[in-house]
């Protein structure tokens, strides 16, 4: 039998924030400027990647509702390609990589070709739109848990509990805060939903875009009024919508936003 010592690289699967790169952790910014190949979606912000090593390969693999530029089979297949050619791949991800990014997919198909995998974590949009906007997501006395859903479809299905996220809005369950990703398309089908489980469409919510980012806009209002106008409002960027009484409380406005040299 012939053996042969096959050097492999490191796939490190990083959160780069809701878009600023102030936001970025220190440990992402140092494997940015030590990457050999970078592969990277829309969310990532061009002020980030300015900040990597300039030798670096980019890879853009897409994403985007509906327009997948490299279908996840393949970005998997790229990753575990690429760490046998590259000591330091890393993969660039919006966010946080375990969110809602298919993050555990990629790290569980890189493990299993025998790739050494790291993770580092991101500020996720429910973080940053929340800071950014003053809303905290839990508050004594207003809300003791936040759920993270998608507003992503399953088969043309929404794919969440909606007895379970009745409920948990309801007032007099002691109060919760719901944070959905994705859900502009679908706001309309989520809040019917929510409806026929016995919500009142009057329960406060924000609509956030662009979170986290000096050009982040907000819609506040009640749960019904955001679903009604969603679409119009919206300008294509990135939203976060959150429900829950924390949304109309009026604390902290964290307004005094300002960029932070990184
Ligand atoms: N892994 C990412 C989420 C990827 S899913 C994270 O942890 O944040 C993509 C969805 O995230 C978008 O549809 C939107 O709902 C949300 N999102 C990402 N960045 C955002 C931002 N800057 N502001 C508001 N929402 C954002």
Redesign the pocket.
């Known amino acids: 039998m012939h053996h042969s010592t096959i050097l492999t690289g490191i796939v490190h699967l990083v959160?780069a924030g809701?878009?600023s790169a102030d936001l970025l952790t220190l440990r992402a910014l140092r494997l940015l400027e030590r990457a050999d190949v970078i592969v990277h979606d829309r969310?990532v912000s061009e002020e980030i990647l300015a900040l990597a090593n300039p030798a670096a390969e980019r890879i853009y693999v897409g994403k985007r509702?509906s327009e997948h530029c490299l279908p996840q089979e393949q970005i998997n297949e790229l990753l575990v390609r690429l760490a046998h050619s590259h000591a330091c791949v890393v993969r660039l991800?919006?966010?946080?990589?375990f969110?809602?990014?298919r993050?555990g997919e990629e790290a569980e198909a890189v493990a299993a070709a025998g790739i050494e995998v790291q993770i580092v974590p991101?500020v996720?949009?429910?973080l940053?739109?929340a800071a950014q906007a003053g809303i905290p997501l839990t508050h004594r006395g207003i809300a003791r848990s936040v759920t993270f859903v998608?507003?992503h479809t399953k088969d043309g299905q929404l794919d969440v509990d909606f007895p379970g996220l009745a409920r948990s809005l309801m007032v007099g369950h002691g109060g919760s805060t719901v944070a959905?990703?994705?859900?502009?398309a679908t706001m309309p089908a989520l809040a019917a939903g929510l409806a026929a489980e016995g919500l009142d469409l009057s329960v406060s919510a924000a609509l956030?875009?662009?979170?986290?980012?000096p050009r982040?806009r907000e819609l506040r209002g009640s749960l019904g009024e955001l679903a009604a106008r969603a679409q119009a409002w919206t300008d294509g960027?990135?939203?976060?919508l959150i429900i829950g009484e924390v949304t109309a409380a009026h604390l902290a406005r964290a307004h005094q936003f300002a960029a932070v040299a990184v």
């Not at 959905?180 to 502009?184: A, E, L, N, P, W």
């Open positions: 959160g809701p878009g969310l509702r991800k919006g966010g946080d990589p969110i809602f990014g993050g991101g996720t949009a429910a940053g739109c998608t507003g959905v990703y994705m859900g502009i956030i875009e662009r979170g986290g980012t982040q960027g990135p939203a976060l």
